[in-house]
């Protein structure tokens, strides 16, 4: 029996074969593709890799290269996970910065998958990109704050009191 990661693969070669509708939604970060990963950004919707996976795979040297990169390759949307630094992100023509969240960070195991989880269920609830990449981008920095990949994942409530606490924050340092 092939381990999970080995199953994956096989899915996303599988998936590289079949026809998806339109109104599709595909999400795969480019790490998981191993031998497909230089074709990736012409097939996805939202491509989603980390600058690193984008530094390997381009030899960029800044965010903002790999961003060219991703778009110069045929991909629509990027989110460009940049960890404690946030996200830079091109959607719908619009290059944006998210802002990072700021916490006390104990393991960063798990918090790009937490921010890509977060994304997509997000967007399957019906909230538009910004604010799915807000949620995204705090539960991601919430998944820090405590050891694992699984047990510091954070609610759906526990991220919106964080960016409650921090907007109320922001609010008084003016």
């Not at 996200?87 to 916490?103: S, T």
């Not at 997509?120 to 539960?139: D, P």
């Amino acid at each position: 029996m092939p381990c999970t990661f080995e199953v994956f693969l096989d899915f996303c070669v599988l998936f590289d074969r079949v026809r998806r509708s339109d109104d599709g939604c595909f999400f795969l970060p480019p790490s998981t593709l191993g031998r497909r990963a230089a074709g990736v950004p012409c097939v996805e919707d939202v491509f989603l890799p980390s600058l690193e996976d984008i530094v390997s795979l381009s030899g960029a040297t800044s965010a903002e290269q790999a961003l060219d990169w991703c778009i110069d390759a045929g991909a629509r949307q990027v989110v460009l996970k940049l960890g404690a630094r946030g996200a830079l992100a091109y959607i719908d023509g619009q290059q944006f910065f998210i802002e990072p969240q700021r916490v006390d960070l104990v393991d960063a195991t798990g918090a790009g998958d937490c921010f890509a989880g977060v994304l997509l269920a997000s967007l399957c609830a019906g909230e538009t990109m910004q604010t799915a990449l807000t949620h995204a981008n705090a539960a991601a920095a919430i998944a820090t704050t405590g050891f694992g990949a699984v047990a510091p994942l954070p609610s759906r409530h526990q991220v919106l009191q964080a960016l409650s606490s921090q907007a109320a924050e922001s609010s008084h340092v003016s």
